[in-house]
């Protein structure tokens, strides 16, 4: 055989072998839309640092821990990054509505993909979003001194309703729209076939959380103010007489607490300051000391109950630059596990 073809015959063989052997590599798997199924987990929404732009979505798969990769599903999917400050996070009309707070937009996006369908701009400051009729979402705003008007059909902000102040969560109860207000001693009530605030109630300062039971009452926790000296306070709300029928003093402006959440037979109400409280409904007056205490090292800025099993979800900031960590207890306050979380994770949901 001659020199050349003998090359030829080994190149020809190393590139059969070559090809085998590339063929026979076990193809990683890849996360596919099916991984996040609906009533399979949770979402968690993580802030990210202020002016920095690196907020990030998880999802949190409670019946399969392999599917839980703790990483971002929005840049991946759409090649960029979410934006600064992830404030909240809603389904409408099957889509997932991200307001990204500093950067003045809602990301619209196909829950089991990430994928952005559409991007909302032309807001200063949204906090929060609520659908209170079909095809008509409001948008709550810490600067805009007005609440913003989407239309879903169109996905395109129609118009404005006047609020003065910081506007923050809100709930469609009983035909009305109540919306606290962060900057203000009322509780607004806006009609959403009108789109107009007609009434308010006089509560305390700093309106933050709002929630309705089972027994029709809302519940309202104002967070008060220290640098301003405001106390706020708890407040049990009758819709239909739209009066006070409890209020629970805070007896110090520094007590600040957030993030008011109910148990899922909504007896019993949690929020953070310091720890993690919990009590019943029925009570006159708060605890002296919260159900979980806050660890050493820790900054418990966000708050979930597990809609079925009362489960106690606690999102921890810890130093707010580096990634932080979601803390599981059972409604007694027994500490169960823990899972990685992205920057400044504040808020969950499930779906």
Same mark, same amino acid.
């Given at each position: 055989?001659?020199?050349?073809?003998?090359? $030829?015959?080994?190149? *020809? %063989?190393? /590139?059969?072998?070559?090809?085998? =052997?590339?063929?026979?590599?076990?193809?990683?798997?890849? #996360?596919?839309?099916?991984?996040?199924?609906?009533?399979?987990?949770?979402?968690?929404?993580?802030?990210?640092?202020?002016?920095? /732009?690196?907020?990030?979505?998880? @999802?949190?798969?409670?019946?399969?821990?392999? *599917?839980?990769?703790?990483?971002? =599903?929005?840049?991946?999917?759409?090649?960029?990054?979410?934006?600064?400050?992830?404030? &909240?996070?809603?389904?409408?009309?099957?889509?997932?509505?991200?307001?990204?707070?500093?950067?003045?937009?809602?990301?619209?996006?196909?829950?089991? $993909?990430?994928?952005?369908?559409? $991007? =909302?701009?032309? %807001?200063?400051?949204?906090? +929060?979003? =609520?659908?209170?009729?079909? /095809?008509?979402?409001?948008?709550?705003?810490?600067?805009?001194?007005?609440?913003?008007?989407?239309?879903?059909? #169109?996905?395109?902000?129609? &118009?404005?309703?006047?609020?003065?102040?910081?506007?923050?969560? *809100?709930?469609?109860?009983?035909?009305?729209?109540?919306?606290?207000?962060?900057?203000?001693?009322?509780?607004?009530?806006?009609?959403?076939?009108?789109?107009?605030? $007609?009434?308010?109630?006089?509560?305390?300062?700093?309106?933050?959380?709002?929630?309705?039971?089972?027994?029709?009452?809302?519940?309202?926790?104002?967070? /008060?103010?220290?640098?301003?000296?405001?106390?706020?306070?708890?407040?049990?709300?009758?819709?239909?007489?739209?009066?006070?029928?409890? +209020?629970?003093?805070?007896?110090?402006?520094?007590?600040?607490?957030?993030?008011?959440?109910?148990?899922?037979?909504?007896?019993?109400?949690?929020?953070? @300051?310091?720890?993690? @409280?919990?009590?019943?409904?029925?009570?006159?007056?708060?605890?002296?000391?919260?159900?979980?205490?806050?660890? #050493?090292?820790?900054?418990?800025?966000?708050?979930?109950? +597990?809609?079925?099993?009362?489960?106690?979800?606690?999102?921890?900031?810890?130093?707010?630059?580096? +990634?932080?960590?979601?803390?599981?207890?059972?409604?007694?306050?027994?500490?169960?596990?823990?899972?990685?979380?992205?920057?400044?994770?504040?808020? %969950?949901?499930?779906?």
């Amino acid at each position: 055989m001659s020199k050349i073809k003998r090359i $030829t015959t080994a190149l *020809l %063989f190393i /590139g059969i072998l070559s090809l085998v =052997l590339t063929n026979c590599k076990e193809t990683p798997p890849e #996360t596919k839309p099916s991984d996040i199924t609906k009533n399979k987990g949770f979402f968690v929404v993580n802030e990210g640092t202020f002016t920095i /732009g690196n907020a990030s979505l998880f @999802y949190i798969n409670t019946e399969n821990e392999d *599917l839980n990769t703790n990483e971002d =599903l929005f840049k991946p999917a759409n090649k960029r990054p979410l934006g600064d400050v992830f404030q &909240s996070m809603v389904i409408i009309n099957k889509q997932a509505w991200l307001v990204v707070n500093n950067s003045g937009k809602i990301e619209i996006t196909d829950p089991t $993909t990430s994928q952005t369908v559409s $991007t =909302l701009k032309g %807001f200063k400051s949204p906090r +929060h979003a =609520l659908e209170v009729m079909p /095809g008509k979402v409001y948008v709550t705003d810490i600067y805009s001194n007005s609440i913003s008007v989407v239309d879903v059909a #169109t996905l395109s902000k129609v &118009s404005e309703i006047k609020c003065k102040g910081w506007t923050e969560e *809100l709930i469609l109860h009983h035909n009305k729209v109540w919306i606290t207000n962060h900057s203000s001693k009322y509780l607004f009530i806006a009609n959403p076939l009108m789109d107009k605030v $007609t009434d308010s109630i006089p509560v305390a300062y700093g309106g933050s959380s709002i929630l309705a039971g089972k027994d029709g009452n809302i519940w309202l926790l104002c967070s /008060g103010d220290t640098s301003k000296n405001e106390k706020g306070g708890l407040f049990c709300i009758d819709p239909r007489a739209i009066k006070v029928i409890k +209020h629970i003093p805070f007896s110090k402006a520094s007590f600040n607490p957030v993030k008011l959440k109910q148990n899922p037979k909504e007896d019993s109400l949690y929020f953070i @300051y310091q720890g993690i @409280y919990g009590f019943p409904k029925s009570l006159t007056s708060l605890p002296q000391q919260p159900l979980i205490a806050q660890p #050493t090292g820790s900054s418990f800025y966000g708050l979930g109950i +597990h809609p079925s099993n009362g489960t106690i979800l606690v999102a921890d900031a810890l130093d707010f630059v580096s +990634h932080g960590k979601i803390m599981v207890y059972t409604p007694s306050g027994q500490y169960i596990r823990n899972y990685k979380a992205g920057i400044v994770p504040s808020a %969950f949901f499930w779906w």
